[in-house]
Nanobody, 127 residues
């Protein structure tokens, strides 16, 4: 599988962006697609996740109520709508998938266990 992330950019605080993750070679073997981010000098962290089996979703506390993850099965695409962006959201955003780990295991250090990663897209929130 190959993941292509896009949609990042420079936005003012309070603004919105929509990230896209398109998966080629994607099959029902993959359990979830997650969005992760890594800010300079910080460890990568899980932001949001969607399970392929039932479309259930998870959100990290810092983004709850502001970010929405969704899926278009016909396009093998997952989106992350980000509203109310803050400077603290500035990071490189990655999407990832795995055949073993689902959304129960996208937070904390579990990110390192996910096998398939996109190339990342830069999100900068600044006035």
């Amino acid at each position: 599988v190959q993941l292509q992330a896009s949609g990042g950019g420079l936005v003012q605080p309070g603004g919105s962006l929509r990230l896209s993750c398109v998966a080629s070679g994607f099959t029902s073997d993959y359990r979830a697609i997650g969005w992760f981010r890594q800010a300079p000098g910080k460890e990568r962290e899980g932001v949001s996740c969607i399970n392929m089996r039932d479309d259930s979703t998870r959100y990290a506390d810092p983004v709850k109520g502001r970010f929405t993850i969704s899926r278009d099965k016909s396009k093998n695409a997952v989106y992350l709508q980000m509203n109310g962006l803050k400077p603290g959201d500035t990071a490189v955003y990655y999407c990832a998938t795995d055949k073993v780990w689902d959304c129960t295991y996208y937070r904390d250090s579990y990110y390192s266990r996910w096998d398939y990663w996109g190339q990342g897209t830069q999100v900068t929130v600044s006035s």
